[in-house]
């Protein structure tokens, strides 16, 4: 699972910025959506406003934790190094598990918040 985000997030690194700034700009609007505006406009516009946002949170989060793995050469000189080397990569392995499964779960909530949403409409 890590080499498969490993190489997900070397294809798609250019897109560190702009993630970054949609989630400020979502954070902002979220923000706004939930503190000032009219109650018309928060019935309408709040759960795309908030998935929005949680899925831009989970790509720069994930663009971020998984930009600078270790590699998995046990090459180094003295078995400190080589333990210390394993123990951050398998940290990395249960963060990659950890992503599948916030992804997913946020696909699920994700569908089942739509749906609700266009039934509401």
């Known amino acids: 699972m890590l080499v ?26 979220s923000a706004w959506v939930i503190l000032v505006a009219p109650v018309g406009v928060q019935d309408r516009w709040l759960i795309p406003v908030i998935l929005l946002t949680l899925w831009f949170l989970l790509s720069g989060s994930c663009l971020s934790l998984f930009a600078d793995v ?6 180094q000189p003295g078995w400190i190094a080589r333990l210390r080397k394993k123990f951050i990569r398998l940290i990395y392995h249960l963060l990659a598990w950890f992503m599948l499964v916030v992804s997913l779960s946020l696909l699920v909530i994700s569908f089942q918040l739509m749906m609700a949403w266009m039934r509401s409409m």
């Not at 498969?4 to 609007?29: C, D, T």
């Not at 270790?70 to 090459?75: G, K, S």
């Open 70 to 75: 270790p590699a998995a050469d046990y090459t």
């Open 4 to 29: 498969l985000f490993e190489n997900m997030v070397g294809r798609i690194r250019w897109l560190k910025v702009p993630v970054f700034i949609a989630l400020l700009l979502m954070s902002g609007v």
